[in-house]
């Protein structure tokens, strides 16, 4: 498993397809779209690098907690109870407790314009989805059934399959 600094560095690295015109003001702003240029993403952006370095101080603390299902604390945890800590604690946002109600927010971003915040969902069953959040070069942070709070890659085999959309969150929606 990676650790946290190798994961920073990791990501880091993957800022450079990131928009220098995101605005630096997330009291306006948290998510906005219309603030990433898709023409100047190509360069790293002060919004995105604080954004990811919120996420990752976050995964930091939280990496291993193990997976209860309807836990929301350090005792156990699921996955959408994890999406709400990290905005709230991160950022200050309250998120719905359930996927459900969680993949309403926002707009729809498609797999290839993916920015580190965006909420990734997996469709598990006929009735259950999963949650994580984006975190950059085809990562995502989310509390697994198997392994807890984690970092998983896009592509891994099941991921691939069960991989549903990506929701890009406004602040006055949350």
């Given at each position: ?51 990811l370095k ?35 604690d991160g ?8 996927s459900h ?74």
């Amino acid at each position: 498993m990676l650790n946290i600094f190798t994961l920073f560095i990791f990501v880091l690295t993957a800022l450079s397809v990131f928009s220098a015109t995101a605005s630096t003001n997330t009291k306006q702003a948290f998510f906005n779209p219309s603030l990433v240029s898709k023409k100047t993403s190509d360069k790293p952006g002060n919004n995105d690098t604080q954004r990811l370095k919120k996420i990752l101080d976050h995964y930091g603390e939280w990496e291993g907690v193990r997976y209860k299902f309807g836990g929301n604390s350090r005792n156990g945890i699921d996955c959408s109870a994890y999406m709400q800590r990290v905005f709230k604690d991160g950022f200050s946002f309250s998120l719905p407790r359930t996927s459900h109600e969680q993949i309403k927010l926002g707009s729809r971003v498609a797999k290839d314009d993916l920015i580190a915040g965006d909420l990734i969902f997996f469709k598990t069953s006929e009735q259950e989805r999963h949650v994580g959040v984006y975190v950059g070069d085809g990562k995502f942070l989310h509390a697994s059934v198997k392994v807890g709070v984690t970092v998983s890659k896009l592509d891994n085999q099941y991921w691939k399959t069960k991989y549903d959309q990506a929701r890009r969150i406004n602040h006055t929606e949350t």
